[in-house]
Structure formats: C-alpha cells, structure tokens
T-cell receptor
C-alpha cells in the first residue's frame, strides 16, 4: 500500500514552458513534504520542501503547493530548462520522526 | 568535503553469496539511512540509524543487517543474497537526531547490485 503516489511516471515539456508534477498521499499524519531530483547514476538531491502549516513555498523557478484537504501536493517548474530533465521524487514525513516515505518518481524530459 | 560516499559502485553476486555495502559521511551527521530503489517503487527505507549506537528497521528490512560502526560509517550486509535483492542501494545522512527534525537527507551516488 503506497502512502505516497506519483501517478504520472513521465512528463515531456518544451523548454521555457511550465512543468507541473503531482503527488498524492494517504497518511494524514504526514506533516512535512519534500521534492528530490535525481540524475542518472547519481543519488537524489534535495530540491524544495514545505511544512504542513503552509500551502505554498517558492525557491527561484521552483514552487511547491500543498492542498491538505485533498492530500495533494504539486511542484511547478517555471520556466523549464533542459537541465531540469531528471527523475523527481516527492517524499513525506510523519511528525514523530525523520524517516521519509517516497513516491515512485516522475521522469521529466525538457525538450530544447 | 566528499559528502556521502558508497562502495562499491557496482556488484554482481550469485544467489547465496554474502556481501557488505559500505557508506561513509563526512558532514558530522547524526542520522544515517539505507534505501533501495526499484523501478516504479521510489526509494524504500531498509534500515536507519538515528544516532551512533542505534539502528532500527525501516519498511523492507528482511534479508539485510546493518552496523553503525561509528558516527561516520553505516554498513549494509546481505548474508545470503537473493535475486529479489537486485536493486540500486542508496545511503543517506542527515543532521537530525530524532523527532521534529526537518533537516535534509543527503544521498550517496548509489550501488547497483545484481544477484544472479
């Protein structure tokens, strides 16, 4: 039973346009959410995070939105660049610990 | 400053063989983790160590053992490898020690393991 799901395994977008990645979760105890980016043959690297007390967090071209009532979060990348081509994982953490639960990942391809 | 390092990068084992995956971090982090990544499954936590001297099971611990050798090093051992353990293994570390820690996990480059 996957508690964190990324229903789109892949996404293709034109350079300069917006990329929207979605993530759904089922555990209402999750209080902190993160996005990681992964290039081939490398480990995941932290991208952006959001606490459950907020509904939006922005860092440069990356914005994460959280809808607690829908148990849904999304990552917006604007504008998308070819270097953004990677696999993106969303992850969630319950309040009483620092273990992360990851989604299955979404592979993003940004076309020049 | 190397961050999180893992050895080996690649390994092929026969069913029933044993091996140890090594992980070290130079960020003076308290917590360390072992994950496996399988297609479509994301990263699943195998074991973690919240601080030196402690280890706890994660989501998929069966068939694995760990040792937190000191604050820097956290090893993962497969005593009798099975084809189902074919995966990419990632080690990670974070500064936090326990609940309410919101610090980031930093990952190593991974070990690609194939069990025939």
């Amino acid at each position: 039973d996957q508690q964190v799901k990324q229903n789109s395994p892949s996404l293709s977008v034109q350079e300069g346009r917006i990329s929207i990645l979605n993530c759904d979760y089922t555990n209402s105890m999750f209080d902190y959410f993160l996005w990681y980016k992964k290039y081939p043959a490398e480990g995941p690297t932290f991208l952006i995070s959001i606490s459950s007390i907020k509904d939006k967090n922005e860092d440069g071209r990356f914005t994460v939105f959280l809808n607690k009532s829908a148990k849904h979060l999304s990552l917006h990348i604007v504008p998308s660049q070819p270097g953004d081509s990677a696999v993106y994982f969303c992850a969630a953490r319950v309040a009483a610990g620092n273990k992360l639960t990851f989604g299955g990942g979404t592979r993003v391809l940004v076309k020049p | 400053n190397a961050g999180v390092t893992q050895t080996p990068k690649f390994q092929v084992l026969k069913t029933g063989q044993s091996m140890t995956l090594q992980c070290a971090q130079d960020m003076n982090h308290n917590s360390m983790y072992w994950y496996r990544q399988d297609p479509g499954m994301g990263l699943r936590l195998i074991y973690y160590s919240a601080s030196e001297g402690t280890t706890d099971k994660g989501e998929v611990p069966n068939g694995y053992n760990v040792s937190r050798l000191n604050k820097r090093e956290f090893s993962l051992r497969l005593e009798s490898a099975a084809p189902s353990q074919t995966s990419v293994y990632f080690c990670a570390s974070s500064g936090g020690r326990g609940p309410s820690s919101t610090d980031t996990q930093y990952f190593g480059p991974g070990t690609r393991l194939t069990v025939l």
